[in-house]
């Protein structure tokens, strides 16, 4: 784990923790609170004694309008109610960075007692286009239901966007209910050079499942394309039928402390560098079906990942067609191999398919899907067919396999296709595996059990 991820990893409670103490200053009125940003409020003053509602108009009728009239380091507070707008948040110059929109369950971890809609600023578009477009630096989003934000001709898909090109970097996205939009929220989702340094944290994302006439759904709880440094950490997923999490074209992000339940696939990750999804916790995956582009596995790993770790995560039981735990997948194409990839210490178990599979692509000659990588630790129990299964002659080679637990698994514990100078002629690495079924044997042995008459 690098330096910089450890400091990203810290800076996130400081940034959340500093935005806050500044609002709490202003709205208890501290002695510095003239030099400090203006309390903007929705629709009306009445909010908060410290809200800021110029004459000739003593409201602001939308979020928008409040945006609008903000300036750098401003603070939108959001009453309870449902605003059937899109908001923008641009700048010209800087004009606009360091916003913080703060709905009226600001502060409050969304998994937690968020039953009462009559409780929650409801930002709803009416599936006319996101809730929330971010175009500006170190914006911060807390305390919204953000709901039926759908994907437009542009592709600027989501209840929330923020935008590549260095234009939403620094964005902080904590305390939100995302639910029926297209995707909850997009990050960089067209890819526009990059998005720096985002945390999202503490939010629902379910049932983000939306479609509009001329767009196909996507169906996930976060996409992201060109992301750097990102942090996704303590938040739930359910139901949402592509993906709970989509990572594409990525690197540095920390996927850690999840929850995902009937979700399609848990995760997708395609082209990414060090990249980390440890510490999670999934079932049922498909049990309220899937739409096109899920994959097949709960962790599905498609082509062009480096120095991706998946550790210590908890997977249990998927539907049709996501039948895998974790797969190294040829259902994205063919692209760069895996290297330097880590599995370790998952306990995987009750897949239809495979519990951990590096699979064959149908081209000839194969190209590795998995390479010079390690599956150190898991537990493998209870699956479908294999429970570890190594596909391909040349393909899928130079990887160890070490200390892996496989039991009850239907059709091997260990399976090895290859071939080469590894372990019992495969091109593969196997040492103290233990499990009863072993293709080629040897891959793994019965555990040995002591005698104590």
């Not at 971890?109 to 409801?122: F, K, T, V």
Request: charge should be negative; glycine fraction near 12%; include cysteine.
């Amino acid at each position: 784990m690098n330096a910089l991820r450890i400091t990203l990893d810290n800076r996130k409670y400081f940034v959340f923790l500093a935005a806050m103490a500044a609002v709490l200053v202003l709205l208890g009125g501290g002695a510095n609170a003239l030099a400090q940003p203006t309390v903007r409020c929705v629709p009306n003053h009445t909010i908060n004694a410290s809200c800021y509602n110029p004459a000739p108009s003593p409201e602001y009728t939308t979020i928008q309008a409040a945006v609008t009239a903000a300036v750098t380091g401003d603070i939108v507070l959001v009453a309870p109610g449902t605003y059937n707008e899109s908001v923008t948040i641009n700048e010209t110059d800087h004009s606009r960075d360091h916003l913080s929109l703060l709905g009226a369950q600001a502060g409050n971890d969304a998994r937690l007692d968020r039953h009462n809609p009559n409780n929650e600023s409801i930002v709803d578009p009416q599936l006319k286009g996101p809730a929330f477009v971010v175009a500006a630096l170190a914006v911060v989003i807390d305390g919204f239901t953000v709901q039926d934000g759908i994907q437009m001709p542009s592709a600027q898909s989501c209840g929330i966007i923020l935008r590549g090109n260095d234009a939403a970097d620094g964005a902080i996205v904590v305390n939100n209910i995302f639910q029926n939009n297209d995707i909850g929220v997009g990050l960089n989702v067209l890819g526009q050079g990059t998005l720096i340094g985002v945390l999202v944290e503490h939010n629902i994302f379910r049932n983000n499942n939306a479609d509009n006439a001329g767009a196909s759904p996507r169906g996930e709880g976060i996409l992201s394309g060109g992301v750097e440094q990102a942090v996704i950490i303590e938040n739930a997923f359910s139901g949402n039928k592509c993906s709970a999490i989509g990572i594409n074209n990525s690197s540095n992000v920390t996927i850690t402390n999840n929850t995902s339940e009937k979700d399609g696939s848990f995760v997708i990750f395609t082209g990414t560098t060090n990249a980390t999804f440890s510490q999670n916790r999934g079932e049922d995956f498909g049990a309220k079906g899937v739409l096109p582009g899920a994959g097949d596995a709960a962790v599905a790993v498609g082509p062009g990942n480096q120095y991706l770790v998946i550790s210590d995560n908890w997977l249990e039981e998927g539907n049709d067609p996501i039948i895998n735990g974790i797969a190294f997948t040829t259902v994205f194409g063919s692209g760069a191999p895996n290297t330097h990839i880590y599995v370790k210490n998952n306990k995987i178990r009750r897949f239809p398919g495979n519990g951990i599979v590096a699979q064959a692509p149908a081209v000839d000659p194969p190209p590795g899907l998995l390479v010079d990588s390690f599956i150190l630790g898991n537990e493998v129990e209870r699956n479908g067919l294999d429970g570890i299964f190594i596909d391909g002659v040349i393909c899928n080679s130079g990887n160890t396999l070490l200390d892996n637990e496989a039991e009850g698994n239907s059709h091997n514990d260990c399976e090895d296709d290859t071939s080469g100078s590894g372990t019992a002629g495969t091109g593969n690495t196997w040492f103290n595996n233990t499990g009863n079924l072993s293709y080629l044997t040897g891959l793994c042995t019965p555990e040995k059990r002591h005698d104590h008459r």
